[in-house]
């Protein structure tokens, strides 16, 4: 017994459950009651005895209602998405395209070449030349472009005395809100241009290596235009006009024909980004389309002497003003206009306010004794009497309410028809044209018809801005006194156009053909357009008509006669002075004297007519004779030789002037 082990000790363990019990819950393993684990299996983990219950249990609570809460959050979220995106790309979708297409592409107008006035040989007297308007893109002068407040204010100070403009209005256009384009300044030279691009590149430049020094003027751009020139200077600048400053014809014939001259503007749209085109975005172009050429039917050079014999009287009498037409009888073109003092259509800052326009045309004013003619026209037409007619004048005359004289003291005249217009006599017209008549109302209406006939009270046909068809009462109308002043130029009022067509009528042998001043046009495709036939009317017979040309020859030619200082050797000369009380326009009244002179050569085979008035001369002599005979002789001399018209060589009628009783 002693070899062996002694026996362990038994000690008792836990209550097992019974089999039913095992059978209903299995073992502590989770395995079904009545299997036994299996070999190399682990034994089973005693249970812990459990902690004594010190306090209750903390229950989580159920997330479903916050993510119901934040589903419904996110639902609304997305349908104000859902709904603002149907709202863009349905409902309004057309009108941000719209603003999109706005804001990529602008539209600039492409202005078109404006056609040049030449005279009746082609020579240039208003063209145009490159020039640039100069424009900007307000909103590339914000705080958010340029990161600086005062941008407008520093580009204006750099722009202003190139632009030759006040820096403040300049830095107001670039202020300018909701909008990409202002105009800085139009029609400006290349070299202004260059100026203002050579600056732009030294900012360009500064700031690309310093990135806080802004380029002010990255928002000013040009657009090509072009600027309107007068080669000649003040040279016809009555008759041409000007261009204001929107680019379109102020006066003249440059606003008469702006409709031809201006031609049609053009369109371009293009893509753009920061005010740059985008050159691979594509364009959309409409061409402009050139102005026409206008050709007009005066002469550069016969305008040259006219221009410069009428400026250099009116400055040696220190009258206020004057003018001088030349005409051909035959075509009815006005080869020269001109007035004194003129202007320079290039600068008309410095013109005076006087001197614009044209006064030939717009003047009116009463022309004094070359109305004569229209006078012994109607006597010699009715046939009442004929320039060997005998007229007693004597030095004074009663009529109505008035005493007539003429200019000068005389004892009686003994003169003949002729002799009274050869001496310019007032009486004595007077009591021509009171043979018109029975009575005196039926010589007024007589007298009247042929004023009328002559273009007097009516447009001249030229259709020119401000022109005036002059004063002419209904012979019911006429006072008292004017029944026997019309006769003699006083108490109707005319401009010089007039003048000079009522001795271009007489030249050309009793008709009256409108004056012109337009040839015609040539388009941008080089065709020629001529200007309408003018208007014809017959005034006086072929017969009167030549009368009166030799009765006017006895005022040049004859010693007795006013205007000798016409006189041109080797041509016989018509022609007839005038020297007329004028009335101020400043105060209404009668002051000074309208001094004038009309005539035409050679006078039995009229070729040109000259017209000349100069308006208050106060130094030297104020006859007509004295000081715009001169001027017609040295016009009527240049434009004879001009256009190379030959003396006749025939001997003059020499009519008789006077008589004895």
């Known amino acids: 017994m002693t070899d062996r082990e002694p026996p362990r000790r038994r000690v008792p363990g836990p209550a097992r459950p019974d089999r039913s019990e095992r059978a209903g819950r299995g073992d502590r393993a989770g395995r079904p009651a009545g299997r036994r684990p299996g070999p190399g299996a682990r034994p089973p983990r005693r249970p812990r005895p459990a902690a ?60 078109a070449e404006r056609g040049g006035i030449t005279d009746r040989n082609g020579v240039a007297l208003a063209t145009s030349v490159d020039a640039y308007d100069i424009t900007a893109d307000p909103t ?48 400006q030279t290349p070299q202004v ?29 040009q657009d090509p235009s072009s600027k309107r020139v007068y080669p000649n200077g003040d040279l016809a600048a009555g008759i041409l006009g000007w261009v204001n400053a929107d680019g379109k014809g102020g006066g003249g014939v440059e606003q008469q024909w702006e409709k031809d001259l201006a031609g049609k503007a053009g369109e371009i749209t293009y893509a753009q980004s920061g005010g740059r085109q985008v050159p691979t975005a594509g364009s959309t172009e409409t061409p402009a389309v050139p102005g026409s050429e206008v050709e007009l039917t005066i002469d550069r050079d ?91 004048v004597p030095n004074r005359l009663h009529r109505g309410d008035r005493l007539f004289q003429d200019d000068i003291d005389h004892p009686t005249w003994y003169l003949t028809l002729n002799g009274v217009l050869a001496k310019s006599s007032n009486i004595g017209t007077i ?29 001249t046909g030229l259709r020119f801005p401000g022109e005036t068809p002059g004063i002419l009462a209904a012979p019911d109308k006429w006072s008292t006194s004017q029944q026997y002043t019309i006769p003699f130029g006083q108490g109707v009022s005319i401009n010089a156009m007039q003048a000079a067509s009522v001795y271009s009528t007489i030249a050309n042998g009793g008709v009256r053909v409108e004056p012109t001043l337009v040839r015609g046009t040539k388009g941008p495709d080089g065709r020629f357009t001529p200007a309408p036939e003018p208007g014809k009317s017959r005034v006086v017979s072929e017969k009167t008509a030549k009368t009166l040309a030799q009765m006017l020859e006895s005022v ?60 208050n001369a106060t130094k030297g002599s104020y006859f007509g004779g004295q000081i715009c005979g001169p001027i017609y002789k040295q016009v009527m001399e240049f434009a ?18 006077t008589y004895t009783p």
């Open 52 to 111: 004594p219950n010190k306090a209750r249990a903390i229950r989580l609570g159920s997330p479903r209602p916050r993510l119901r809460m934040i589903s419904l959050g996110l639902t609304l979220v997305l349908m104000v998405f859902v709904v603002r995106l149907l709202q863009v790309q349905a409902v309004d979708a057309n009108a941000y395209a719209g603003k999109a297409e706005k804001n990529r592409y602008l539209t600039h107008v492409l202005a």
């Open 140 to 187: 590339m002068f914000t705080r958010e472009e340029t990161k600086t407040d005062d941008a407008p204010e520093q580009a204006a100070a750099l722009l202003a005395p190139i632009l030759g403009q006040d820096a403040g209005e300049v830095a107001k256009k670039l202020r300018t809100p909701k909008t990409r384009y202002v105009m800085l300044a139009r029609r």
């Open 193 to 221: 241009w260059k100026q203002i691009k050579d600056i732009k590149s030294t900012l360009a430049d500064r700031a690309r290596t310093d990135k806080t020094a802004p380029n002010v003027l990255a928002g000013v751009f």
């Open 302 to 392: 016969i305008q040259w002497a006219a221009q410069n014999a009428i400026t250099e009287q009116v400055k040696q009498s220190k009258a206020d003003r004057g003018y001088v037409i030349v005409q051909d009888t035959r075509t009815g073109e006005i080869l020269a206009m001109a007035n004194a003092p003129g202007f320079d259509p290039n600068d008309l800052s410095r013109a005076g306010s006087g001197s614009l326009g044209n006064a030939a045309l717009q003047d009116a004013f009463e022309p004094g004794s070359t109305a004569k003619v229209m006078s012994m026209a109607a006597v010699l037409e009715e046939n009442a009497a004929t320039p060997a007619t005998r007229v007693t």
């Open 431 to 459: 009591l021509a044209t009171g043979q018109l008549g029975k009575t005196q109302p039926e010589a007024n209406r007589t007298l009247y018809s042929y004023l009328r006939k002559f273009g007097i009270g009516s447009p």
């Open 556 to 615: 040049v030619d004859d010693e007795e006669g006013t205007g000798v200082k016409a006189r041109i050797p080797g041509y016989r000369v018509a022609g007839k002075t005038g020297t007329a009380n004028r009335v101020d326009p400043a105060t209404g009244k009668y002051r000074g004297y309208t001094s004038s002179f009309a005539g035409f050569a050679p006078a039995d085979n009229p070729r040109i007519t000259v017209y000349c008035a100069i308006q």
């Open 640 to 657: 004879l030789k001009t256009l190379q018209v030959p003396p006749t060589g025939t001997p003059p009628a020499r009519l008789p002037v």
